[in-house]
Every structure is written in structure tokens, then in C-alpha cells.
């Protein structure tokens, strides 16, 4: 089993505009609302995938409802944490004939000291029956930002590989307690870092930054792939994935379908090169649809091939 966990889920609206244009009126043209927050498309995903998941997290009110009823018309299994606050909303408006997305989300319900220690207890069970735990997404407002950390550290001393990917203070004071996996996207190693990069060798300084900051690996994830630093040690490697990118649909939670494909080869027992271009295949695949976590499993299999993987020579100045 694999667990996946979302501490601030939502109700996700996705919505199709043409030639969007900021001030005028719009009708769209398609329009998707479904559960969401990062660990929950991370678990529809690995559902797709045919991987055992659970999901769980915290969730309130009617758009709570919400959440849990759809996630069970989806074949999900569930076990969250019932909160007294409501889930949050947010929004995302596709430009079909752009590929450009724009997203409004709101920051989430207030969880009480009482629902945290309920949840802390819930994940301690789960932990028992399963082989590997994804943290994913932000942490609700008032939250401690060592949070995460908490979690990692929990989940590591009973032997729980783990894959942390948030933002943030919470994400880097979760990188601290040591996760095996982290998979930020470009703009989010830049902040996770303090600065930006551009030339293949500042790729690799970051990604050996990454891991100085406490992860075991880290993947950068690109529009064509990803770069990813793997192994600990003197068998310490870097790892380039390369697709060429499909004409999108929308990219929301493409690097999400990334994290369900690494999962699912990694739960299979894949070689970090095979996990890394299932992780590529599966966002590359997703950018089909419309809405975060919708693969096609045939089709992602199938862009497999087209993944090239290769080892790349880390510059003895890194």
C-alpha cells in the first residue's frame, strides 16, 4: 500500500477559456471540479496507475463532503481526519489555445491542536500496513511550518521511505528532517535555493544544494523531463529524463502525474532510472487532460519509449 497524504485538500475547478484575456468576459468551453490538493491528485493518479493507495489528510465541511463522496466514485480508499473548518477552494483558468494556466487557490481551513494529534495518530496507524508515504502540497494556514518535518521524522524511524513535495518554509524545514525524495519544479528549487539558474552547470550546483539542505535525492522537474540527483555517497549519480513535450491540454498537475509515475515504479522495485522516466512518461501523459491526475495508463506506458534516459558527468567545481 501506498499512502498519500493532503493536509489541505480542496475542491479544484478547472475551466477551459480561449484566448483569456484579463478584464473581458469569456465563455468557456469546458469545465472540470474535482478533489484535489497535491497529495490527492498524487492518489488519483496512482489509482490510474493500478497501484494499492490511500488517501488521507484532513478535510471539513460540505466542500469536505464533497471530497470524500467524489474520491469514492473514483474507486479511491479514503481515511482523512474530520475537521470543524471548511476545505478549501480553488481555481484554475486554461488557456486551450496557449497552454497557459493561471490559479487562484485559496489558503484553507484553521486545524486545531486536537485534529492535528488525530490525524499524527491516523498516519501511525497507516504506516503499518503500508511500503511508501507521499507528502505533498501546503500546509493550512496556522500550522506549524516544522510540521512536515514532524511527519518525516515519525514515518523514517519505522522505516517509511518517503517523498516530500511542498513549498515554502514548511517545505525546507522538511527537507531538513531528511525525506528520501524531493521533486520541486524549476521556479520552486530556484526559491528553495535563493536563486536562479539557467545553464546546465548551475542545474547540477542546485541539485547538489538540494541535497546538502537534508533530502537523500532530488528531481528538478522541466517542461521536457527532468534532472535528478540519485544515490548516496561514492554511488551518488546524476540523472537526466528527456521527453519531447506533447502539445498540452492543460498543464495543471502534470508534476503531480511525475510523483504518481516515480511512486508506482518505485513500489514495483524500479532502478532510480526506471522511476524517473515512468515519472516523465506519466507527465508528459497527463498534460492530455483536463484536471490534475488524470492519466491515461496505456498511453503513459506506451511514451516509455520515447523517455531517454542517460548518466550525466557531475563537474568536479559542483
Known sequence: MI?????????????????LRLGHRHRSVETRTVPGGKGINVARALGLLGRPVIATGLVGGGNGDRVLKQLGEEGLLTDFIRIAEETRFNLAL???TTGEQTEVNERGPRVSPEELDAFIERLDYLAGGAKLCVLAGSLPPGIDVEFYARLVEALKRVGMPVLLDSEGEAMSAGMRAGPDMITPNKLEAEELVGHEFE???????????????????????????????????????????????????????SGDAFVA????????GGSPEECLAYGVACGAESTQHLGAGRIDRGRAESLLGNVEVRQLQLPAEV
Open 3 to 19: 499512502i498519500s497524504v493532503t493536509l489541505n485538500a480542496a475542491i479544484d475547478r478547472t475551466v477551459a477559456v480561449p484566448n
Open 94 to 96: 486554461v488557456d486551450p
Open 199 to 253: 545553464s546546465r552547470a548551475e542545474m547540477f550546483g542546485v541539485l547538489s544544494e538540494l541535497v546538502d539542505m537534508g533530502p537523500a535525492q532530488a528531481a528538478i522537474t522541466l517542461p521536457e523531463g527532468c534532472v535528478a540527483i540519485v544515490g548516496e555517497g561514492p554511488g551518488q549519480r546524476i540523472l537526466e529524463a528527456l521527453i519531447e513535450p506533447l502539445e498540452p491540454i492543460s498543464t495543471v498537475g
Open 261 to 268: 509515475g516515480y511512486i508506482a515504479a518505485l513500489y514495483d
